[in-house]
């Protein structure tokens, strides 16, 4: 009843190709966005809008990225946390040297600089496949890392090896470091984050994501309808080195503001953002959100549930909480292997005949 | 059929030879296709057809001998660079892209007709939009000649047989090849689907005059839809020539029920 198309009839090609062909996808969308950018920031207090909002849109970023690459194109990577490094190392360095230039154009220029990286680490991908791409992928996560550590004009040279990020400022408020507000932070992402979601959605329905899916399902076929295996590979490489450049240098310099390459971007956040595209969803940009919600928010929650409700000790809460989420993904992959997109697919489905079952 | 009027040779291949290791696959195979011509291929189990069609449009490389399209001779080309002279194919398992709907795969065949880079991609405005709504139009086009409009939102790979075989032909006419490479198009179908997709062969070749190569089995159909066949049995060429003249032919008989041995 609720979720219904009858009588949206649509007279031309134009609207059956919107980007939300039905209305009530529209309405949830445009719901979506006035909380996130109206309601979040003026309910929420300055510890979630830092403690959760924050590595939410950034992780989410980072997925939709991964799942350009995974979901999309159908090339596993393992490179996920390298990437979000060279972001990382790439604005601090041009933050240092270019600060006049504005934080985000900088922002943008790191993810420029990733995609070009991450086309390169891509490059095996035209010869090898599955398991074997992911170990080649392995490989560029591990050099990366090292050579952020090795290598001291990464980090300037200073002693400890770690990057600190100047404080930049956008319209008078500063936006990066731990001085920075966390509100000015948030809408400064969640824009960010508004703008490339619709960008990827807009590329996976064109031409260009039909190639890419084309590759993922049947190479061959599509190499014999005019598919260049080799363009359409480098170029999902490079978009989603793109975003996930993007998103390692929000992760670094908006929300930890100081980051250590062997910490902050080692193999644990390649597996992390593919733990949330596997959950979330392969192929589908809501997936990537639905996805960086459940492992972000999850641990947070559970902490507060056992700590707070229980009283529970909190280094065995620690220890429950990764037991549980791990659980989770398992039970998640057995019940739902499509993700929780899928699920929501299948809601709107229901929702559709609702009342009637058939 | 026979005295339909042919046009100039638009395929010729001459002395092709191709081994896998010391398998003989092809030995010696020269045939033409002629513009606006069915053309069918026929054999046995393992005669090599298949692999003729991936020396066609650059699947497979030959170790010997040329082809020839539309005047230009060469050994072997990238499948990609076949597509885009305008050769297009469908396969005798079939290659959907099982994940997209109907709309995307055919859209998808029409990739080399869309030129708009990646920006205006991202903003889906102006050129792209354009571009999106025009072959989105040719899209819907084959839709109609096809009758699939029901399916045009499904997912390929919950379609019965039958259908995925249809949107199969759909994205190959996407392109709007000049040379369609068949393969199989009828394997598996009962007799009424036969007809159907014998019908759409006949009027993919009548309305947009495109020539078809075919490879298939039912040889009632063969001999019903093909201008000439070329006949090939462990990838030696048999014979070529009009339906009637194969089918009177003894050597291709022999191949076929089999010689008596004494």
């Known amino acids: 009843m609720i979720y219904r198309e009858t009588g949206q009839f649509k007279a031309n090609y134009a609207d059956d190709q919107a980007l939300f062909p039905i209305a009530q996808d529209r309405y949830v969308v445009i719901a979506a966005l006035i909380v996130a950018f109206g309601v979040v920031p003026m309910v929420l207090n300055q510890y979630w809008l830092n403690a959760i909002m924050l590595p939410f849109l950034i992780y989410s970023l980072a997925a939709l990225g991964l799942n350009i690459l995974t979901g999309y194109c159908g090339q596993v990577s393992l490179g996920t946390g390298g990437f979000m490094a060279v972001g990382a190392f790439a604005v601090y360095k041009l933050m240092v040297a270019f600060p006049e230039l504005g934080f985000i154009p900088l922002v943008i220029l790191s993810g420029l600089i990733t995609a070009a990286v991450g086309s390169l680490f891509g490059l095996p991908s035209l010869r090898i496949k599955g398991f074997y791409l992911a170990v080649a992928t392995l490989a560029s996560q591990f050099f990366l890392i090292w050579l952020f550590n090795k290598v001291g004009w990464f980090f300037n040279y200073n002693a400890t090896g770690m990057i600190t990020s100047p404080p930049m400022t956008m319209f008078g408020v500063i936006i990066t470091g731990p001085e920075g507000s966390p509100m000015a932070k948030y809408f400064l992402v969640a824009t960010i984050v508004a703008v490339f979601a619709l960008v990827a959605k807009n590329i996976a329905r064109g031409r260009i994501g039909r190639n890419w899916m084309a590759i993922r399902d049947m190479d061959i076929a599509a190499e014999l309808i005019g598919v260049r295996p080799l363009i359409a590979k480098l170029s999902a490489f490079a978009v989603s080195s793109f975003y996930i450049g993007m998103a390692g240098a929000l992760y670094f310099a908006v929300w930890l503001g100081s980051a250590e390459p062997t910490e902050a971007f080692d193999i644990n956040q390649s597996f992390l953002v593919l733990f949330m595209i596997i959950i979330g969803g392969l192929g589908s940009v809501l997936g990537s959100f639905l996805g960086a919600g459940f492992l972000v928010l999850m641990p947070i929650l559970l902490k507060n549930i056992l700590v707070d409700g229980f009283g529970t000790d909190s280094a065995l809460a620690a220890h429950i909480e990764i037991m549980t989420v791990g659980a989770l993904i398992i039970i998640f992959l057995i019940v739902e292997p499509h993700g929780l997109a899928r699920l929501w697919r299948i809601a709107k489905e229901k929702l559709r005949l609702w009342p009637f079952p058939y | ?262």
């Open chain 2, 1 to 262: 059929m026979s005295e339909r009027q042919l046009g100039d040779t638009i395929l010729e291949v001459n002395n092709i030879g191709l081994s896998f290791g010391v398998m003989k696959v092809l030995d010696d195979i020269s045939f033409d296709i002629k513009k606006g011509e069915i053309r069918s291929i026929i054999g046995p189990n393992g005669a090599g057809k298949s692999s003729m069609l991936n020396v066609i449009n650059g699947f497979y490389h030959p170790q010997e001998g040329t082809i020839t399209f539309k005047g230009e001779t060469r050994k072997a080309m990238a499948p990609h660079v076949a597509a885009s002279h305008g050769i297009a194919r469908t396969f005798q398992n079939i290659a959907l892209f099982k994940g997209m709907s109907t709309l995307d795969n055919i859209m998808t065949g029409r990739n080399l007709k869309m030129k708009t880079n990646i920006f205006w991609q991202a903003l889906h405005l102006g050129p792209a939009r354009k571009e999106e709504l025009e072959n989105r139009e040719a899209a819907e086009r084959i839709i109609d000649f096809l009758d699939i409009q029901a399916i045009r939102k499904k997912p390929v790979g919950k379609l019965p047989y039958g259908l995925q075989k249809r949107v199969e032909l759909g994205r190959a006419l996407a392109a709007e090849p000049e040379l369609l490479l068949l393969d199989e198009p009828m394997a598996g179908m009962n007799s009424e689907e036969k007809e159907d997709m014998s019908r759409f062969i006949i009027d993919v070749n009548d309305e947009f005059g495109t020539t078809i190569a075919l490879i298939e089995h039912d040889m009632g159909v063969v001999m019903d839809l093909s201008d000439r066949v070329v006949v090939l049995d462990y990838g030696k060429q048999l014979a070529d020539g009009v339906p009637d003249e194969v089918r009177a032919n003894q050597e291709v008989i022999d191949a076929y029920l089999g010689v008596p041995h004494e």
